[in-house]
Each structure stands twice: as structure tokens, then as C-alpha cells.
């Protein structure tokens, strides 16, 4: 008996799943199907979208029900059904809206009927902007980035996804997002992720973007296309950016919907093309087709197409009910193109939020959520499956559990460690043992080799052995790079072990140590880059690298804390000793010049006297109003619209183990980065400092000032472009510096016919510092940045105490650091 009511829940279990379910299709008259139209209850919370062949299913109660199906530019239809035990077929035929003109007369020279109606939406734009004070609704979204072709080798290297299909058309990533999405005001909400699913990686959050493209905001800003953001049709300064041409204009449910084409006034701005339309009377947005070219200033992507389909909810309010996005991004043989189809359901617009419901975590992955099974994806999935995803994700599926099989994570590395001489040469080489989680890197012949002054050639042979310990967390690893260096002229072997260990769930931490015997840089953060270095060496006979030799051991400790605050601790031992040039080879000989001293600039002027030195250091950094994304086992830190401010203490300690120093320094900072948006983005970096002890200071250890005397830039905020190195090196009681950047990032250079083209962009800045004693300098920049997408230029001007000492040209490379590289 038990069995069989066993049998019989489960089969009415079974029967209730498919209870309510209204399906059908939504074509066009001509049979064609129409993907992603919005079908809803016209009197309910309940809606759903149509998928790429126009089919759709929506789970709903038993009882009688008013479906609406709307597609943006088709008329919307009404069908009455009955919803009982079983399944219920709807298909729906939009017929394309017929746009009547208006009887105006307008005269010749008269302005299109178009713009009165985008000036009354304007007057209302603040309004609806503000309209939803506070609501919550479900939201469904699926990500899909296709190839549509690629090339067969890419930087010498063979093009291989790794998935079995050798197929030019593919999809590369599919995720299904489930969430909880709350909003209180303008730029105030929050997402809780009830389920996600990435094809091919169980393992992985998906991508979840159900924030609403708010077309009542003047700027609206696409995190990664334009740090600008892009004008709203209808912003307040929009008849400066775009013309307008009406339509005419359909009734739909007593209200006159008016069609209206947007039409950018000059190329190169940041502004969309398309179609919006607006209703009479209440100017509000009913629904848009917008778009965004490359001529648009976008950085990434060569096209952004977005959909957005608007309905009247309770008390007249009107709320979104699809929004649909296509990007399509063409570069290096790489053709891609992508969806993102959002549908928001079960609307509640008097949520009565919690205290402190919004906080710093914006969105919330649930414990679980990736969990999820396919029955369960199956019972609430709103938008269907396609074929092709549907096979995606059967064989991806299959694959990752071929993946953890040993004899196939075998293969791959087999495949994966092929020695390049390309990678050997330029790039560096890297190695994987997939089942032992176990990543190793070696650097490359052109990474390992400079020549300065003091040791001739050098061969520096370096690699970095990295294990993640968990295989759910990424954040918790272990990695250890050993180097052994080899100066042919001095005949000094050197050679150190580093090490990091980054622990920690919810806020990181890490625990790092090095040690060894090694050359230094006076200022111990290698402003000077040996590959930059050894050019100048070698063929403009400047030796700007100054060297000294230590036995040394560093320990470093970091944690991050709630609130923004991190702190940081550690000490460090060197015993030091001065070293020589050995060489005078060059490749180019100078007449007019000889190699300087292995000395830093005027600080001194005999070998450093042999010492030890043994200090400690403690440091807070606070960036309030850090925002967050949390996942089950760590966060994820998404920045904050305030500043960063830090406070450091450095003391060198003598007489502990032997050491010679003896020395109080402390520097506090502040530094933000401020988008103007349509303005561009500002900026700064602000240091203050000085010695409270100096009672035994050495050069090492003082506060150096990044310099630059070579052709390509130093980091900008952090550095000095056209400053002679340890010119300014001080132990005094004050001193302070200052970085100041703002990037037009295309203002300006889109006025200019042909050059705008070029997409380039304007950049200007200010460096200076300030010392006890009124002795001061600065630096004047303007460059243009964007060039190839990677390259920046300046002219740096130089003032010395005031006084105009010369103008030197810099150049960077994104993602390129002249820096040190040991």
C-alpha cells in the first residue's frame, strides 16, 4: 500500500508540474516567427518572453486569464484563455503597427512635429525617473556569446577551444540566471541570485545583468563601452546631440503611441540611433529599438543593439517588461555575436523594505545556487531552450565529466605543454598539471636578459609554481618563484626564493616572504626597467640603473576587512654593501659622454659604507562605500564612489640584529578616480610625509620619488615623467606630492573633422612635489591617448623651483610597465 500511494503522489506530484501551462507561438502575419516578444497577464504579476523561434510557455493557476503578447514596432494582440489541468495552446499573430501622420500643417522651414513631443518628454523625464520609489520583481536572464568565425592561428599559436568541435560557428559561453531583483530610488538596488547555470562549468556563477538601461537617466553608462557614458534620447541637453523625425503615431488600449526616429546630429559622439517611441499626454517611453555603432565611441564592441518593451501595471504605473541586447564584436579574425535577454515578472511595487536591506553587498549569490538540476531548470525556465543550447549544454556537460577524469586531464596537459619558441623567446612559457591544480610559468630569454654597468650581461632565470588548494575557491593558493641571477662581468651570483600564501573567504588575505642573497635598486621600487635600461646602456651610453647588493629576508602580512579597510604589516632585514661598474661596453660610443658613477645622483659621492638595516612597517587603507558582490565561499570588490585614503609608519630599529638604522617616517595619502561621464575622467593622487626620526637614516631608506629619465612612461599616478632620478631623495621633516590626470576620453577631438576618426583621445595632466626648506617642482602633461587602442604619447614640460628647465616626449604601452621585472 505504501508503495503504491508512493507511486501515486509522485504521479500527481508529476501532474500538478504541468498544470497551468499556457504555450503557443508569437509569429508575424506572414507566418514568421518573432523572438523575444514580451507575453504576460494583463491583469497579474505573471509574463514570460518568446524564444528565437518565436515559442513560449508561462505557468499559471487555474481560472480565466487576459495573455497580452507584445514585440517592439507590432501591434499588440489579446487572447482570453482558460487555464485548467493540462496544457493550454495560445499562438499569437502581431501584425506590424501602422503609424498614421497627424493632419499638421507645417509650414516650409517649420520644425518636425518630433521635436514637441521629445521636448514634453523631456519635461517629464525626472518624473518617471522617479516614479518606482521602491519595487521588486522576479527577473529571468539569459547570456549567450556566439562565434560566428575565427581564425586558425592567433599570435603564432593554434586556435583551440578545447571542446571537440572544430566547427567555425559555435557557442562559446550559455548561462541561465535566476534572481530576485530590489530597488529603492535612482542608482539604489540590489540582486539576489536564487539560481544559475553555466554551461560546460558547474563550478561557475553565471553572468547576471537585470539592471534596467534607465532612458530616463541623462547619461547612461555601459560599465566597459565608455567610461563617458552614452546621452539619453530624451536627456536634458538631447537637441544638442540628436535630430528627430516623426513617424506618426498608433493607438493601443485608449492611449496614441507616437513613433519617433532618433537620428544622431554629427558622428563620433556618444549617442544611439533608432527608434523610440513615446506615449501622448503622459510622455513616457512605451518601448525603444536603439543603437550604438563603433562611430559612437564605444571601446569594445563594433555594435550594441538594445530592445526595451514597457507596459501599464496597477494604478497606471508602467513598468518594464523585456530588455534585450545584441552585441557583435569583429577583431583579429574573431567574429562574435551575442544576446542578453532579460524578462521581469511578478511585480511588487510596495516591497516595504527592511532596515539596512540595502547595504554594501549589491548582489548576493545564494548558498546553492549553482546547484541547481536540470528538472529544476526544466519547471521554471520562462524563456524555452533553443536546439543548439540545448546540445550546448549536453555536451559541455558531458565534457566537464570527462574532465575529471585523470587520463583525460592528462591528454590536455600532453596538449597544453608543447614548448613554444615564440613563448620562449618574447612571451614565457607556461606549463599545467591539471589534476594536481598546479600551474607553472617560466619567463622568457627576453625577460631574463639586460646588461647595466655594474654586472655586464645578466642572466636572471625566473619562474613562478602556483597550486590552487581548493578546487571550489580560487582565491586560496599557494605560489613560490625562485630566481637565480648571474652578473658575466662582476662574475656575482645572486639568487632568492618568493613566496605567497592567500588564505581567506570572505574578506582575503595573504602572507608573503622573500629572501635571499640580490642586487637592489637604491630606491627599492625599481623605477628603472632593465629592458628600458639596457637600451640606454647599451646604445645612448646612460647608465641610470644604481645598484647595491644585500643579503636580505622579508616578511609581509595583508588582510582585508569589513568597511573598506585594509591593513597591512611587515619587516624586513638587509644587510647591505655597495658594488661597481665593472664594464664600459656599449654598442655606441658617445664622444660626449662617459657612464656615471654607480651612485645615486648627488646623494653620494663614495660607495655606500657596508650596514644592516632592520625595519617594520604597519599600514591602513579605507575606501568607504566599498560595494560588493558576494559569492558562497568569497566577495567580490566592485569599487566605491569615494576617495581611498591610507596612513603608513616605517621604523627602523637599531641595534637589532646589528643594525645600523635608526628612523621614524610616516605618509598618509588620498586618491580617486571621478567620472565626469560625459566630462571625461578625473584623476588624483595626493601624498603627504615626512621623517619624525632621523637619527641614523641611509639612502636606502629614504623617501625616494619616482622618477623618469627615459622614453616610456612610469606608472602616471604614482610618478614623476621628466624628474632625474634621487634628484629629490630626501630625509626631511615634510614633504608632499601630488598626481593630477583628466582624460577627455573623446571630448574635444570629436569635434575635429577627420582626425575624430582616428578615435584619439586628449589627455592633461600635473605633477608636483614640495619640500621643507621651499624647494619645489613640477610637471605640465599633454598627450593623446587611445592610439591603436593601447599607445599614449606626452609632452612633458619641466620646472625646476618655478623656473621652465625643458620639454621631453614619453610614451606607454597599455599593459606594458617599465618597472622591474625580477
Known amino acids: 500500500m505504501q508503495k503504491i500511494l508512493l507511486v501515486f503522489l509522485l504521479l500527481l506530484q508529476q501532474g500538478l508540474l504541468h498544470a497551468g501551462m499556457v504555450s503557443g507561438y508569437v509569429k508575424d502575419e506572414n507566418g514568421k516567427p518573432l523572438p523575444y516578444a514580451s507575453v504576460y497577464n494583463k491583469n497579474g504579476q505573471q509574463g514570460t518572453t518568446s524564444g528565437v523561434n518565436g515559442y513560449y510557455q ?7 486569464y487576459t495573455l497580452v503578447a507584445q514585440h517592439v514596432g507590432y501591434t499588440k494582440q489579446e487572447l482570453k484563455v482558460e487555464v485548467g489541468t493540462g496544457r493550454v495552446q495560445a499562438d499569437f499573430i502581431l501584425q506590424l503597427q501602422q503609424a498614421s501622420l497627424k493632419e499638421v500643417v507645417v509650414k516650409p522651414g517649420a520644425e518636425d512635429p518630433a521635436y514637441e513631443i521629445i521636448r514634453n518628454a523631456i519635461k517629464k523625464r525626472k518624473e518617471h525617473l522617479e516614479e518606482l520609489s521602491g519595487f521588486q520583481c522576479k527577473v529571468y536572464t539569459k547570456e549567450q556569446l556566439q562565434l560566428r568565425d575565427f581564425p586558425t592561428r592567433f599570435l603564432g599559436q593554434k586556435v583551440d577551444f578545447e571542446d571537440g ?51 530616463y537617466q541623462n547619461s547612461i553608462v555601459v560599465q566597459g563601452l565608455n567610461q563617458r557614458g552614452f546621452i539619453s534620447p530624451i536627456a536634458n541637453n538631447a537637441l544638442h546631440y540628436y535630430r528627430y523625425k516623426y513617424e506618426g503615431s498608433f493607438w493601443e488600449e485608449g492611449v496614441e503611441i507616437n513613433r519617433i526616429k532618433v537620428i544622431p546630429k554629427r558622428k563620433y559622439e556618444p549617442v544611439f540611433s533608432g527608434t523610440i517611441l513615446i ?56 567574429d562574435v555575436v551575442g544576446s542578453s535577454v532579460t524578462v521581469y515578472s511578478d511585480f511588487n511595487l510596495e516591497p516595504g523594505f527592511e532596515p539596512k536591506f540595502f547595504n554594501n553587498i549589491v548582489m548576493k549569490y545564494n548558498e546553492g545556487s549553482n546547484r541547481k538540476s536540470i528538472d529544476y531548470w526544466d519547471s521554471i525556465r520562462p524563456l524555452p531552450l533553443q536546439p543548439e543550447e540545448i546540445i550546448d549544454y549536453r555536451r559541455k556537460d558531458s565534457l566537464e565529466q570527462a574532465r575529471k577524469d585523470p587520463r583525460y586531464l592528462d591528454s590536455l596537459d600532453r596538449i597544453r605543454n608543447k614548448v613554444s619558441i615564440t613563448a620562449l623567446l618574447l612571451t614565457g612559457e607556461s606549463f599545467s598539471v591539471q589534476k594536481k591544480r598546479v600551474t607553472i610559468s617560466v619567463n622568457s630569454l627576453l625577460q631574463s636578459v639586460s646588461y647595466n654597468t655594474v654586472e655586464g650581461l645578466a642572466l636572471a632565470v625566473s619562474g613562478v609554481w602556483n597550486k590552487r588548494l581548493d578546487s571550489l575557491n580560487a582565491g586560496k593558493s599557494i605560489s613560490l618563484k625562485p630566481t637565480i641571477r648571474y652578473g658575466f662581468s662582476n662574475g656575482h651570483l645572486n639568487a632568492r626564493l618568493q613566496g605567497t600564501y592567500n588564505f581567506g573567504t570572505r574578506n582575503a588575505s595573504s602572507l608573503s616572504f622573500s629572501g635571499g642573497k640580490y642586487v637592489f635598486q637604491f630606491n627599492n621600487e625599481a623605477p628603472v626597467g632593465p629592458l628600458v635600461n639596457s637600451f640606454a646602456t647599451l646604445v645612448r651610453e646612460l647608465n641610470y640603473m644604481k645598484l647595491y647588493e644585500a643579503w636580505y629576508g622579508k616578511l609581509q602580512y595583508r588582510k582585508e576587512l569589513n568597511n573598506g579597510f585594509v591593513v597591512s604589516g611587515g619587516l624586513q632585514y638587509q644587510d647591505r654593501w655597495s658594488v661597481n661598474n665593472t664594464t664600459d661596453y656599449k654598442w655606441r660610443d658617445h664622444k660626449d659622454r662617459v657612464f656615471s658613477p654607480n651612485l645615486p645622483g648627488s646623494l653620494l659621492t663614495v660607495p655606500m659604507e657596508a650596514h644592516q638595516a632592520f625595519s617594520t612597517d604597519i599600514s591602513i587603507t579605507w575606501k568607504p562605500g566599498l560595494r560588493y558582490v558576494e ?121 575635429i573633422p577627420g582626425f575624430r576618426q582616428l578615435n584619439w583621445f586628449l589627455v592633461g595632466g600635473v605633477n608636483a612635489l614640495w619640500l621643507d626648506g621651499n624647494r619645489h617642482y613640477g610637471e605640465v602633461l599633454i598627450g593623446l591617448e587611445n592610439i591603436l587602442k593601447i599607445l599614449r604619447v606626452d609632452l612633458v614640460m619641466r620646472f625646476d623651483q618655478g623656473r621652465f628647465s625643458g620639454t621631453y616626449g614619453r610614451l606607454s604601452i597599455r599593459g606594458f610597465s617599465i618597472g622591474s621585472n625580477d
Do not use: C
Open 58 to 64: 508561462l505557468n499559471l493557476p487555474e481560472g480565466m
Open 279 to 334: 506615449t501622448e499626454n503622459d510622455w513616457r517611453i512605451h518601448s525603444l529599438q536603439l543603437q550604438l555603432l563603433k562611430e559612437s565611441q564605444m571601446e569594445i564592441l563594433d555594435t550594441l543593439q538594445v530592445e526595451q518593451l514597457y507596459a501599464p501595471f496597477e494604478n497606471k504605473q508602467w513598468v518594464i517588461r523585456k530588455q534585450v541586447l545584441y552585441p557583435t564584436i569583429k577583431r583579429f579574425g574573431f
Open 165 to 215: 568541435d572544430t566547427s567555425k560557428k559555435k557557442i562559446l559561453y550559455l548561462s541561465e540566471t535566476v534572481s530576485n531583483y530590489s530597488v529603492k530610488g535612482p542608482g539604489l538596488d540590489k540582486l539576489e541570485v536564487l539560481s544559475t547555470r553555466v554551461s560546460g562549468n558547474s563550478n561557475s556563477f553565471g553572468l547576471s545583468l537585470p539592471r534596467i538601461i534607465n532612458f
Open 631 to 751: 559569492f558562497p565561499d568569497r566577495k567580490l570588490n566592485l569599487g566605491s564612489k569615494y576617495p581611498s585614503m591610507s596612513l603608513g609608519i616605517t621604523k627602523g630599529w637599531k641595534g637589532i640584529f646589528g643594525s645600523d638604522v635608526d628612523y621614524l617616517k610616516w605618509e598618509s595619502g588620498i586618491r580617486d578616480d571621478l567620472n565626469l561621464k560625459i566630462g571625461g575622467q578625473f584623476q588624483y593622487s595626493v601624498l603627504v610625509g615626512g621623517f619624525l626620526q632621523r637619527d641614523a637614516v641611509q639612502v636606502p631608506d629614504f623617501k625616494h620619488f619616482n622618477g623618469n629619465q627615459l622614453m616610456f612612461a612610469n606608472p602616471y599616478m604614482s610618478s614623476f615623467q621628466a624628474l632625474p632620478y634621487y634628484k629629490f631623495s630626501t630625509n626631511s621633516r615634510l614633504w608632499m606630492e601630488g598626481h593630477v590626470e583628466h582624460h577627455l576620453n573623446g571630448l574635444l577631438t570629436n569635434k
